[in-house]
């Protein structure tokens, strides 16, 4: 059990990746891909069942054993890193090198978006080579009950509403000046209980409701 403590550590052990890797980083990355390409849309992942250390979810811990890999520098927040027990279960299920700049990383992974670092301080890659930017991943996510916020863009038939929380609260304001460098800018995966979300830099605000 994950929370039994290693009588030679004092730690819980290793939690386990996924039950069936290859199955399920298919699934999961599909989840993913469908996410980005019709941003705002809720894809399930119901199929899903991993129990990482906390304060990281079931969710996010799933985009990151599909996504992350050696090649992939990861930034964690204030109270994932402050776990070992995480930074142990991304080490050893990923290879990802984990990293302290916000601006060095390919992924981060975000335990308490209301208090998240401003979006810019993340890689917002090049005109040369924007697909060096950094992908944030937004832990504990619930879609609805937040700011509603109109999406429009590629993927997007004419508008969608979108109101995931908890985020802090210039989120939409960084996200609406994040759309106006495109190419350049970072994308945003949420990651709710069951399920997952995304904002590719493309996606653009255009109305908000208080």
Same mark, same amino acid.
Not at 152 to 163: H, M, S, V, W
């Given at each position: 059990?994950?929370?039994?403590?290693?009588?030679?550590?004092?730690? !819980? +052990?290793?939690? /386990?990746? $996924?039950?069936?890797?290859?199955?399920? #980083?298919?699934?999961?990355?599909? *989840?993913?891909? &469908?996410?980005?390409?019709?941003?705002?849309?809720?894809?399930?992942?119901?199929?899903?069942?991993?129990?990482?250390?906390?304060?990281?979810?079931?969710?996010?811990?799933?985009?990151?054993?599909?996504?992350?890999?050696?090649?992939t520098p990861v930034w964690l927040d204030?109270?994932?890193?402050?776990?070992?027990?995480?930074?142990?279960?991304?080490?050893?299920?990923?290879?990802?090198?984990?990293?302290? !700049? +916000?601006?060095? /990383?390919? $992924?981060?992974?975000?335990?308490?978006? #209301?208090?998240?670092?401003?979006? *810019?301080?993340? &890689?917002?890659?090049?005109?040369?080579?924007?697909?060096?930017?950094?992908?944030?991943?937004?832990?504990?996510?619930?879609?609805?009950?937040?700011?509603?916020?109109?999406?429009?863009?590629?993927?997007?038939?004419?508008?969608?509403?979108?109101?995931?929380?908890?985020?802090?609260?210039?989120?939409?304001?960084?996200?609406?000046?994040?759309?106006?460098?495109?190419?350049?800018?970072?994308?945003?995966?949420?990651?709710?209980?069951?399920?997952?979300?995304?904002?590719?830099?493309?996606?653009?605000?255009?109305?908000?409701?208080?």
């Open positions: 059990m994950q929370n039994t403590l290693d009588a030679s550590t004092g730690r !819980a +052990p290793l939690a /386990a990746g $996924f039950r069936d890797p290859v199955h399920d #980083a298919q699934g999961c990355f599909r *989840a993913i891909m &469908n996410a980005m390409a019709r941003p705002g849309t809720i894809q399930s992942l119901d199929a899903i069942d991993l129990q990482p250390p906390k304060p990281l979810t079931c969710t996010a811990a799933a985009v990151a054993l599909t996504l992350f890999d050696y090649d204030r109270p994932l890193m402050a776990s070992e027990d995480v930074k142990a279960f991304l080490r050893f299920h990923t290879g990802a090198p984990i990293v302290t !700049a +916000p601006v060095e /990383a390919a $992924f981060a992974l975000v335990s308490d978006p #209301a208090h998240m670092p401003p979006l *810019a301080g993340f &890689n917002q890659g090049s005109a040369e080579y924007p697909d060096t930017s950094t992908t944030v991943i937004l832990c504990g996510q619930d879609f609805s009950g937040g700011e509603s916020v109109t999406l429009q863009g590629p993927g997007i038939k004419d508008t969608l509403p979108f109101a995931p929380h908890p985020l802090p609260p210039v989120f939409w304001d960084q996200i609406a000046a994040n759309g106006r460098q495109f190419p350049r800018g970072i994308d945003i995966i949420f990651a709710g209980g069951r399920s997952l979300s995304a904002l590719p830099r493309s996606t653009r605000i255009t109305g908000r409701e208080a």
